[in-house]
Protein backbone atom coordinates (compact mmCIF):
# COMPACT_ATOMS: atom_id res chain seq x y z
CA UNK A 1 0.00 0.00 0.00
CA UNK A 2 1.68 3.23 -0.75
CA UNK A 3 0.27 5.52 1.72
CA UNK A 4 2.70 8.78 2.42
CA UNK A 5 1.20 11.23 3.68
CA UNK A 6 3.56 13.76 1.56
CA UNK A 7 2.04 12.22 -1.46
CA UNK A 8 -1.29 14.46 -1.46
CA UNK A 9 0.89 17.27 -1.89
CA UNK A 10 2.93 15.54 -5.25
CA UNK A 11 2.01 15.09 -8.85
CA UNK A 12 3.65 11.71 -9.14
CA UNK A 13 4.94 9.83 -6.39
CA UNK A 14 8.10 7.90 -6.80
CA UNK A 15 9.39 4.54 -4.75
CA UNK A 16 11.68 1.95 -4.17
CA UNK A 17 11.72 -1.82 -4.46
CA UNK A 18 13.81 -4.81 -3.97
CA UNK A 19 11.66 -7.73 -3.37
CA UNK A 20 14.04 -10.65 -4.03
CA UNK A 21 16.66 -9.02 -2.70
CA UNK A 22 16.33 -7.08 0.57
CA UNK A 23 12.89 -8.41 1.19
CA UNK A 24 11.82 -11.89 0.89
CA UNK A 25 12.83 -14.57 -2.24
CA UNK A 26 12.05 -13.25 -6.00
CA UNK A 27 8.93 -14.79 -6.25
CA UNK A 28 7.71 -12.70 -3.10
CA UNK A 29 7.19 -10.12 -6.37
CA UNK A 30 4.31 -13.03 -7.94
CA UNK A 31 2.39 -12.40 -4.95
CA UNK A 32 2.67 -8.42 -4.29
CA UNK A 33 0.01 -5.98 -5.26
CA UNK A 34 0.54 -2.10 -4.85
CA UNK A 35 -2.33 -0.74 -4.25
CA UNK A 36 -2.36 3.56 -4.24
CA UNK A 37 -4.78 5.21 -2.24
CA UNK A 38 -3.72 8.70 -4.02
CA UNK A 39 -5.01 8.10 -7.27
CA UNK A 40 -1.77 9.75 -8.66
CA UNK A 41 0.68 7.84 -11.11
CA UNK A 42 3.72 6.23 -9.53
CA UNK A 43 7.90 6.29 -11.05
CA UNK A 44 9.24 2.98 -9.92
CA UNK A 45 12.72 4.64 -8.69
CA UNK A 46 14.99 1.90 -7.89
CA UNK A 47 15.02 -1.78 -8.70
CA UNK A 48 17.38 -4.63 -8.79
CA UNK A 49 19.61 -6.89 -7.37
CA UNK A 50 23.42 -7.49 -6.98
CA UNK A 51 25.71 -9.71 -8.55
CA UNK A 52 29.77 -9.64 -9.88
CA UNK A 53 30.18 -9.99 -13.31
CA UNK A 54 30.91 -13.51 -13.84
CA UNK A 55 29.51 -14.82 -10.89
CA UNK A 56 27.55 -17.66 -11.72
CA UNK A 57 25.65 -20.31 -10.14
CA UNK A 58 21.88 -21.38 -9.95
CA UNK A 59 18.79 -18.94 -9.93
CA UNK A 60 18.70 -19.66 -6.18
CA UNK A 61 21.81 -18.72 -5.08
CA UNK A 62 22.73 -15.49 -4.38
CA UNK A 63 25.44 -13.06 -5.69
CA UNK A 64 24.89 -15.12 -9.28
CA UNK A 65 23.98 -13.53 -12.37
CA UNK A 66 21.44 -15.68 -12.72
CA UNK A 67 19.93 -14.92 -8.83
CA UNK A 68 19.75 -11.11 -10.43
CA UNK A 69 18.85 -12.11 -13.49
CA UNK A 70 16.20 -13.86 -11.57
CA UNK A 71 15.06 -11.45 -9.54
CA UNK A 72 14.49 -9.01 -12.62
CA UNK A 73 12.25 -11.25 -14.17
CA UNK A 74 10.04 -11.50 -11.09
CA UNK A 75 9.97 -8.20 -10.18
CA UNK A 76 9.22 -6.80 -13.62
CA UNK A 77 6.37 -9.22 -13.76
CA UNK A 78 5.09 -7.47 -10.86
CA UNK A 79 5.73 -3.91 -11.94
CA UNK A 80 3.51 -5.48 -15.21
CA UNK A 81 0.86 -5.57 -13.18
CA UNK A 82 0.50 -2.43 -11.59
CA UNK A 83 -1.97 0.04 -13.48
CA UNK A 84 -1.16 3.27 -12.03
CA UNK A 85 2.80 2.25 -12.77
CA UNK A 86 3.79 5.68 -15.12
CA UNK A 87 8.33 5.26 -15.42
CA UNK A 88 10.59 2.74 -13.82
CA UNK A 89 14.26 2.96 -13.58
CA UNK A 90 16.53 0.16 -12.45
CA UNK A 91 18.94 0.23 -9.89
CA UNK A 92 21.35 1.14 -11.73
CA UNK A 93 23.29 1.05 -15.12
CA UNK A 94 26.68 0.02 -13.96
CA UNK A 95 28.88 -0.88 -11.01
CA UNK A 96 29.97 1.79 -8.87
CA UNK A 97 32.88 2.47 -6.35
CA UNK A 98 30.80 2.60 -3.26
CA UNK A 99 33.34 2.44 0.26
CA UNK A 100 30.04 1.25 2.36
CA UNK A 101 29.81 -2.24 0.08
CA UNK A 102 32.83 -3.67 1.55
CA UNK A 103 31.56 -7.90 1.29
CA UNK A 104 34.71 -9.40 0.27
CA UNK A 105 34.79 -11.50 -2.75
CA UNK A 106 31.50 -10.44 -3.97
CA UNK A 107 31.13 -6.59 -3.17
CA UNK A 108 34.72 -5.68 -2.59
CA UNK A 109 34.07 -2.05 -2.32
CA UNK A 110 31.68 -1.89 -5.30
CA UNK A 111 27.97 -1.66 -5.59
CA UNK A 112 27.35 -4.61 -8.05
CA UNK A 113 23.30 -3.52 -8.92
CA UNK A 114 24.62 -2.63 -12.12
CA UNK A 115 23.13 -4.24 -15.32
CA UNK A 116 27.25 -3.60 -16.95
CA UNK A 117 29.35 -4.43 -14.22
CA UNK A 118 32.50 -1.36 -13.79
CA UNK A 119 34.26 -2.51 -17.19
CA UNK A 120 31.09 -2.74 -18.99
CA UNK A 121 30.29 -6.17 -19.04
CA UNK A 122 26.82 -6.85 -19.52
CA UNK A 123 25.36 -9.52 -16.88
CA UNK A 124 22.50 -11.81 -17.63
CA UNK A 125 19.93 -9.15 -16.11
CA UNK A 126 21.09 -6.47 -18.45
CA UNK A 127 19.26 -8.90 -21.30
CA UNK A 128 16.57 -9.67 -19.40
CA UNK A 129 15.78 -5.92 -19.06
CA UNK A 130 16.91 -5.29 -22.93
CA UNK A 131 14.07 -8.23 -23.71
CA UNK A 132 11.46 -6.48 -21.88
CA UNK A 133 11.94 -3.09 -23.41
CA UNK A 134 12.07 -4.77 -26.68
CA UNK A 135 8.55 -6.41 -26.08
CA UNK A 136 4.69 -4.93 -26.31
CA UNK A 137 4.15 -5.55 -22.53
CA UNK A 138 6.78 -2.83 -22.25
CA UNK A 139 4.90 -0.17 -23.95
CA UNK A 140 1.32 -0.62 -21.97
Not at 37 to 62: I, N
Not at 84 to 103: E, H, S
Amino acid sequence: MLDDPLAKFLDVMGCNEYIGWYDGAPDKADRTSVQNTFDKPLVMSEFGAEAPAGSHGDEDTAWTEEYQANVYRHQLGMLQRIPFLQGMAAWILMDFRCPRRFLSGVQDYYNRKGLLSDRGEKKQAYYVLRDFYRSPAAAK
